[in-house]
């Protein structure tokens, strides 16, 4: 991330982004210096807190990125500089508007008179020696345009008439006003304060565009749009079923005039009623409607779909993260289902460390409905190998194999399972991929599906790790928004995660190791291969022997790294191994040994952090050093509870409204939260149905993984919507009522259109019964099959 940008100007961008996250220049420059020497954000936020004056990873990953932009901008203004200067137009006033310019739209506004670009046809104008006559009728609206065009006519130079030179005229001043930076900020910033899109659907294609029928005829301010709605629009403009267009205030015919007299405004035009007034306000009316609107239309369109692209990516990460940081059952032995209908139940067993112990096909369900001998079946492996927990996935045949796996546990009542339905999600392209056919080269595809529902039940994030973010498919429009911002976005919150947890490097898969700081894949894989062959570490030092593994590196990564049982009980900690001088201190000043110091709660806690700080190490890093020796190795994760699906609601057709139910909040969006109820189809929570109060952000009140209580409010078999509520005291509308209700097209994949949202300005309103969505199964089915 290094950069070779002037002192002044890694000021002048240390400024900004301290006003932006809340901190110090000097805070920010000591982060970026932390970066660019290749320091990772969790390992600047956990261990150089002393240096950043505790800046968080939060804070640390909105650093990262501004820098990126910041850096980009004065790129880009350096570039264009030198393009001006080398045309010989760089004059003192132009030079100070671009070194002020503090974003990459107005630097190319002020840009554009100068790009490069094809000949134009005021260039062409120009070179016909037109000019002068469009200043001077600019300049003397009291001439006739026509009279003072004749002097110009001049067949040689293509003028062949008084028509050609006003027209060519016309094209220099349009020109000139097009690329006035001044008068585009302006016109920019007030059509986005007062802009409306439109949607229309395509003449012929309204059956073909069905899912995207709420906006056949829509209209919605810009600047109140939410982020889903706009991907929505702009799909279905991408897909060719909307027309969009963006009207400048909501009396389109009104605000057009408006926007060109802004121009005249700007250019000095008045309609006096003299000769060439009205041809200069002509010359204004083609100026916004051939050029300035269609160009801030696609500026303002674009700006629109970064924003909302950015809301999305944060959903995604948010729902990400609460996936990877869910409770992890732990070290047991558990069964593991892939459910399937004609190609069987595939089984996988594995055990407390999550090696593969035993696979099996089972079919107790449609065509072949071999019940008892699959339950026979696993009883064997379940009595084989202390089983412990049932990890069901939630794909077809669910609820079915779910009822299998109840009866399994009144067959074992000595073993004490437990059964629990887990998330399936990427669980197929796991299956499919270069990493899972390396770790089991001769099992069956199948048959790795049921392996990693087994294992991420014990551990969600290391198991997850092993899959491509975005294919686990918790986001909102995830296949519409920039995919490198998206990945690089989503790899950030597996680091963070990753981290924040720890990873006991005599156990870890290679692509977890990988994912933590300063690790790459090639040093990840080097570490396994050295701990195959040589045997478990039995200190974190003994790191440094692994190939490509440096100093630099060991820094980085040794304090998220775990020993269990090693020679060095601090290995076990978070504690990193440069601080582990503090700790001697801590055992000469308390005359406690390290292992009876390690664990003594009740010890650590009058221990004073004070006391024991240098040059190196401040109160914030000792405080930390404390609280590992408390409690060392502590998990962040919360403790390990299942949700209990209602026995006999197994399909959508087993709903009846006024049911209340237990679930699993499968994935949240802007709009709400979808849940898991154990029917193949999730249901959802319209924001406006999560709480007794009003709600602005969903995650406000539930995040993926929860575990919550929902009333039924409505069931569309036939179109696969299910309302769901956490208000158990609310009651299902009257069906009459429920066109006008219904609106709101929530999408979890990105698959169809986005939803109506919470009725504008100010508090949501406590409805008879949330919204369905209505294209919900259409999205729900293609997340599912990891589309």
């Known amino acids: 991330m290094s950069s070779s940008i002037p002192t002044a100007l890694a000021r002048k961008i240390a400024q900004t982004i301290a006003g932006e996250i809340g901190a110090r220049a000097a805070q920010v420059e000591a982060a970026v210096g932390l970066l660019d020497e290749g320091a990772t954000v969790p390992f600047i936020a956990r261990y150089r807190k002393e240096v950043t004056e505790g800046l968080d990873d939060t804070q640390l990953r909105t650093l990262e990125v501004r820098l990126t932009y910041l850096r980009e901008l004065e790129d880009r203004r350096a570039a264009i500089l030198a393009s001006i200067e080398e045309q010989g137009k760089l004059n003192d006033e132009l030079r100070a508007d671009i070194e002020g310019a503090d974003s990459k739209a107005r630097l190319e506004d002020l840009y554009l008179p100068y790009k490069p670009k094809r000949r134009t046809r005021a260039q062409i104008a120009r070179e016909a020696g037109l000019e002068p006559l469009a200043d001077s009728l600019l300049a003397d609206p ?44 302006d016109l920019r910033g007030w059509l986005e304060d007062c802009g409306v899109i439109r949607a229309k659907v395509v003449e012929g294609k309204e059956a073909a565009g069905e899912k995207f029928r709420d906006y056949f005829d829509h209209a919605e301010a810009l600047a109140r749009i939410p982020s889903h709605r706009m991907l929505a629009l702009l799909r279905g403009r991408r897909e060719e079923m909307l027309q969009l267009d963006l ?14 007299s802004k121009i005249a405004l700007h250019a000095g035009i008045h309609d006096r009623g003299r000769p060439a007034d009205a041809w200069l306000r002509n010359a204004c009316r083609l100026t916004w409607r051939a050029k300035l609107h269609l160009h801030l239309l696609i500026d303002l369109f674009n700006q629109a779909r970064e924003k909302a692209e950015a809301e999305a990516i944060a959903v995604f990460g948010d729902n990400l993260k609460d996936l990877l940081l869910a409770a992890p059952a732990g070290p047991k032995a558990v069964l593991g289902l892939d459910p399937g209908l004609r190609t069987g139940v595939k089984v996988a067993v594995v055990d407390a460390t999550g090696k593969l112990v035993a696979t099996d096909t089972i079919y107790p369900h449609e065509p072949r409905r071999q019940w008892d001998q699959s339950l026979a079946i696993l009883k064997k492996l379940c009595a084989a190998h202390g089983v412990q927990l049932i990890a069901t996935g939630n794909g077809t045949a669910s609820r079915e194999t779910d009822r299998l796996a109840g009866e399994l546990l009144k067959l074992l009542p000595e073993l004490k399972m437990q059964k629990i339905v887990v998330s399936e999600a990427g669980a197929s392209v796991y299956s499919a991929s270069e990493l899972a056919a390396k770790e089991f080269p001769g099992l069956d595809v199948s048959l790795r599906g049921a392996v990693s529902i087994a294992r991420r039940l014990q551990d969600p994030l290391a198991e997850l790790v092993k899959i491509e973010p975005k294919a686990i498919g918790v986001g909102q429009y995830q296949h519409d928004v920039d995919q490198y911002k998206l990945a690089r976005a989503l790899d950030a919150r597996v680091e963070d995660c990753v981290n924040a947890v720890g990873v006991h490097v005599n156990t870890a898969s290679a692509p977890l190791l990988a994912r933590v700081s300063g690790l790459s894949s090639t040093v990840a894989e080097n570490i396994v291969a050295h701990r195959d062959a040589n045997g478990p570490f039995k200190r974190r030092k003994d790191l440094l022997k692994v190939p490509r593994l440096g100093d630099k590196t060991f820094e980085q990564c040794a304090g998220f790294l775990r020993i269990a049982d090693g020679d060095e009980p601090l290995d076990a900690s978070a504690v990193h191994p440069e601080a582990y001088p503090v700790v001697e201190r801590i055992v000469a000043a308390t005359g406690k040994p390290i292992r009876a110091l390690v664990g003594d709660a009740g010890f650590v806690r009058t221990l004073k952090a ?31 509870q299942a949700a209990q699906f209602a026995d006999g609601v197994e399909d959508i057709k087993d709903l009846r409204e006024g049911m209340i139910l237990e679930g699993v909040v499968s994935n949240v969006a802007a709009f709400g939260a979808f849940v898991d109820i154990g029917v193949h189809q999730d249901g959802l929570i319209h924001i406006s149905a999560l709480a007794d109060r009003y709600v602005k952000d969903p995650r406000e009140v539930v995040k993926a993984g929860d575990i919550v209580k929902v009333k039924v409010l409505e069931v569309d078999v036939a179109r696969k919507r299910i309302a769901l509520t956490r208000r158990l005291d609310d009651t299902p509308a009257p069906r009459e009522a429920r066109t006008e209700a219904r609106g709101d097209a929530g999408n979890r994949d990105s698959r169809g259109p986005g939803p109506r949202g919470a009725r504008p300005g100010g508090g949501t309103p406590k409805p008879a019964a949330a919204p369905a969505n209505n294209a919900m199964a259409e999205a729900l089915l293609r997340a599912r099959s990891g589309r």
């Not at 009207?247 to 060109?260: T, V, Y």
């Not at 240098?614 to 020796?629: C, K, N």
Request: proline share 7%; hydrophobic share 40%.
């Open 610 to 640: 004070r006391e024991f700080t240098d040059e190196r190490f401040g109160e914030p890093t000792v405080r930390d050093i404390l609280a590992e020796l408390e409690k060392p190795g502590r998990d962040p994760r919360p403790g390990f």
């Open 247 to 260: 009207d400048p205030g909501s009396d389109a015919e009104a605000g057009h005039a408006l926007a060109e």
């Open 142 to 185: 009291s001439q006739v345009p026509e009279d003072a065009a004749a002097a110009y006519v001049d067949a040689e130079k293509g003028v062949a008439d008084t028509k050609a030179a006003l027209e060519g005229a016309r094209a220099i001043l349009m020109e000139r006003w097009s690329e006035d930076a001044a008068l585009l900020g």
